[in-house]
């Protein structure tokens, strides 16, 4: 197995919260793209993709991944749901580590999410809808880039911790 452990999936999936169980029984260091993105930037998401476009983000996205193959250490990366939308993105995870899907129904990212302000693809009316068009495209990306993926429905994160760590 390679060491770093990288969890992808759509937004709501629960990857940050799963990441830090995974983190703790490990002993390894919790990386979020999103919040090393907002630290290294001092702005949030929303911010950067209303100052300077989605395209704009996925650079960052890609230069976050990057940088920690740099690194050379052992990681538990919890991963921005669009990541995997650029091939490039996909090789370099598969490159830092084994990669984990966390499958979610849009069903519990719509009551997750409800009344979430701060994922700019998901504002403006109807957000059900949306998720489940984004779902829908994004399906296949999300299976293709994985080396394992795990249906995390009507699971607890430490239960979800737990499925992944007897499948790697
Ligand atoms: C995005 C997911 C978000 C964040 C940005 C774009 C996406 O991360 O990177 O809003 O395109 O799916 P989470 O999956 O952590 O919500």
Do not use: W
């Not at 230069?63 to 993105?89: F, P």
């Not at 068009?133 to 994004?138: D, E, S, V």
């Amino acid at each position: 197995m390679k060491k770093s452990i990288i969890l992808i999936g759509f937004m709501g999936a629960g990857k940050t919260t799963v990441g830090r169980c995974l983190a703790r029984k490990l002993g390894l260091s919790m990386i979020d793209t999103d919040y090393y993105i907002e630290q290294t930037q001092k702005m949030k998401i929303s911010e950067i993709f209303a100052q300077y476009g989605e395209a704009y983000f996925r650079d960052l996205e890609t230069k976050t991944i990057q940088h920690l193959i740099k690194q050379g250490e052992n990681y538990i990366v919890s991963c921005g749901g669009g990541m995997v939308l650029r091939s490039e993105n996909r090789d370099l995870l598969k490159t830092l580590g084994t990669v984990i899907y966390l499958r979610v129904r849009p069903e519990t990212v719509a009551s997750r999410l409800k009344g979430d302000t701060t994922r700019p693809l998901l504002q403006g009316t109807d957000a059900e809808e949306k998720i489940k068009n984004l779902l829908t495209l994004r399906e296949g990306i999300y299976e293709a880039a994985a080396d394992v993926q795990v249906d995390t429905d009507g699971l607890l994160p430490e239960e979800i911790c737990v499925k992944i760590l007897n499948q790697i």
